[in-house]
DNA sequence: TGGGTTAACCTAACACTGTTCGGTTAATCG
DNA sequence: CGATTAACCGAACAGTGTTAGGTTAACCCA
């Protein structure tokens, strides 16, 4: 195919796509070629509009980041981290299977900074050291990224064979599975509210 | 090469060689042929001790997951998660490179499966309810997992002019990295206490 | 001591991966 | 109308995990 009258691709279309491919087969199944079927187009044809793989996931990335809420500041610091860890989870959560990519690289994403800044900021105004405040943010972001890993409740098997007997507090982990929606919620509120009272 | 007089591979050796490449080159540094070729010997030998890669890294992270410490529930239910959570983030950051691959895969993992088992019974004889002790056994593992994730302090630029300006509040972040490694401790147990306080 | 079996390694290949190079054609601008 | 540029393609490169089939040494048993 020659150069066509209306382009096919483009950044954002590119971007979309590939998010669906993630959302639906997961980290490890969306590759370039893959993609560019998808788009209907060689995978040769992604590299004038995307500069690498790395790159175009990190701008996936950015593009989910950008929908965390940091306005809970302006009532007051509390409620600003919980609005601000609720939202990121929620992010997060929305599109599970590309946090393990998160998980590698710097958290350099302008996207993350800025709001790291904002919130790093009105700590800092809230009378806690700037020390104190970093601390804060990072351990903010333990509880959400772990709880957006969720390694945990949707990674228990949904057969009891595998716990019974072996395990005998866990004797119900296979339930798990199916309230694990559910559950992980719970979970991040019952870390999140345990946090920060306990501040 | 045909059968050497004493074996150049073993199960135990291959983990071992293949750790201290994922420590030194990090989780993509590591690749079958890589392994084989440390190990003085060609790719497809290592498929007669080694079923795939996958279960080579599962059996990796399952020996550092064994030193695990859950002893300290013998005293009281706080100690227990504390001394537990402690001992978890102390094995995982000995190994950080391997933390990635821990994101992806369930937590099925016998080690794992064992100390939950023992950190929730802990939990409900100390009176709490089956679904409370589940909760809070997720959120310690939030705490745990997203500090060994560390994409966090260690993840900022060395360089000032990547913030200096732009994120008014972070203008000393280029200092992180120097002291990353104090800060992750640090920011870990003031998450950890104030998440324990909180419940 | 000899013969068969098995264990341990090899070479070669398969189907992938991300990425680059050079070519072809259509749209666009002066 | 001519030159430039943008958009796509085919083919290739070096790398990946993994498998099949072959070769030889070690081991066990008669």
Redesign the pocket.
Known sequence: ?????T???SPDRIRSVALEIIDRDGLDG?????L?ASL??????????V????Q?LNDIASSILSSVDVSGFAVDWREGLIRCARSYRAALSSHPNIVPFLAYGPAGRAESLQRLDLLHGALVDAGWSRREATMIAAGLMYIVFGSALSSFSSGFSADPADYSGRYPHLDRAHLLPAVAHELDRDSFELALAAFVRGL
């Open positions: 195919m020659p150069r066509p009258s382009p096919l691709l969306l590759s370039m070629r893959k560019a209907g187009v060689q995978a040769a044809s992604l590299y004038g509009h500069r690498t793989k790395d175009l």
